[in-house]
């Protein structure tokens, strides 16, 4: 007995078949597939109303191959906030189960790099083979299959990042459903779709079948659509998203477009304004403006504060240039950029040029109001500009007075203890980490900050590590021998709230 099933939790489903019988070859000419995890099914059905035809086409099919066939449909919706949440569990699932296959994978990695070690651990670092010593055949095998080694943990390494850009994708796709813009389109999408349900509906030459299934579409999203413009009006209400309206332009404003930059509004419409020089964009949607300028005052929210437009636009240049010099560039232009951006935030600050960004972080994560953080990144830009136009490190310092801003914490003056990774402790500062190189020993400043946790031990192939976690988040595994530069806690004192 074979049951074709459609529900809207579920989605279009075949149970009773048993494998090598036939059933999912036959099924798979109308669309079913076969996961482990889901059995035989339909994909992308869940929470969709049902495909008469093609159930239908796939019960003939295995009747005509001597199989007897039961169909069951439901096609009773869900409401959209049962949809939401149990596609939120769902996203959650498949983030933790690449999450895992991507920690399983980097663990082969490491321990098969363990191996090629250990098979080339006997013979000095740059030791040639010797030709014609009775070590030559050994050691020629050892090379060639600790090289197989390094090459399969490379493969590792790069599946387990593939794996984990997946879990990050899928956590992202969520997240991005729930932003209020997002909302907003759907929101849009949902009355078009009920408009042309309802014309559908109301033609005369539809079937009474036709109509009693547009009826559930139209139903279906026209809760949907309320509970949407519900978490709309819950933002609006607490001043997290409000969308604009036709009331907040008239021609001659200038308004903001996410990917095109400003325009000139030469009409307003009841649901977009009309731009110049738009190009194949004549009309912007009120979702899609992100502000408003008039009269040299620029308002980024319906229910912001206006603020002079010469200002955003030095704003929006700090911002602009810290975007383009966050990853370490190729060019030298770029390279200067990107050198005179982090010098301007050293010397707004008092810090010495050699600091570490988290220590930039923990002044400028107290700066919470709106205004200080337009006026921090306006001094930013000032001191960038004399720091990019020539002027010597040393004048443009002299000739700042560092902002009067209380950090998070604060590096002592004196030096830092050694500590092994095992030895740290909550409450510990991190200056940085201790590496040696046939140049020296230095130390690295990339991870640096107060200690909140540090993890038990952990035995792995490659020996035992540990996990290290920051106050601001951050977190670092390394293995129980690694080196830390560390002010102990009780040797240093937090200037705020950490």
Known sequence: MITISHSHS??????????????????????????RYAGIHVPHTR????????????????????????????????????????????????????????????????????????????????QPILIGHHSENKARRDQERSDKLRFTAIDESAYAARLGRRADGARDNETAKHQPRAIANRI????????????????????????????????????????????????????????????DFRIGDHVRVSGYGWHRVTRVNAKSVSVAEGGYLPTVAYRHIHGRRRDGQQLDTPAGIPWPVKHAQRVGQWVDLRAQTRHVPTDSATRHKRSCVQAAQRIAHGLDLDAADAEVTAFAQQVTDVDKCRELAMFYLDIYQHLF???????????????????????????????????????????????????????????????????????????????????????????????????????WEATAPV
């Open 10 to 35: 579920d989605g279009t489903t075949l149970d009773g078949s048993t494998p090598g019988d036939g059933v999912l070859e036959l099924v798979a000419l109308h669309g079913f597939i076969y996961r």
């Open 389 to 491: 136009d020539g002027t010597p490190q040393a004048v443009v310092r002299a000739g700042v007075t560092p902002l009067d801003i209380i950090p998070a914490w604060r590096l002592p003056a004196h030096d830092p203890a050694e500590r092994r990774a095992s030895e740290l402790r909550p409450g510990d500062l991190v200056k940085g980490l201790w590496d040696s190189s046939s140049s020296g020993r230095y130390l690295w400043r990339h991870f640096a900050g107060p200690v909140a946790d540090v993890s038990p031990a952990q035995s792995r192939p490659t020996g035992s590590w540990v996990s290290v976690t920051l106050v601001d988040g951050t977190t670092r595994e390394d293995k129980t021998y690694a080196r830390y530069a560390v002010y102990p806690a009780g040797t």
């Open 188 to 247: 849009e999408e949902l009355s078009a779709g009920i408009w042309r349900w309802e014309r559908a509906r109301d033609n005369p030459q539809s079937s009474d079948e036709f109509r009693r299934r547009a009826q559930l579409h139209i139903d279906r999203d026209s809760e949907d659509r309320a509970h949407q413009r519900t978490k709309l009006a819950a933002m609006a209400q607490t001043g997290q998203f409000v969308l604009w309206t036709r009331d």
């Open 47 to 126: 929470d969709t109303f049902s495909d008469t035809h093609r159930i239908t086409a796939a019960a003939e099919s295995l009747r005509a191959a001597g199989f007897t066939v039961t169909i069951t449909i439901d096609d009773q919706w869900r409401p959209a906030a049962v949809r939401e949440a149990d596609r939120a569990d769902r996203a959650a699932i498949r983030t933790d189960r690449l999450s895992e296959r991507a920690t399983t994978a980097e663990a082969r990695a490491d321990a098969t790099r363990e191996r090629a070690d250990q098979l080339t651990a006997g013979r000095p670092g740059g």
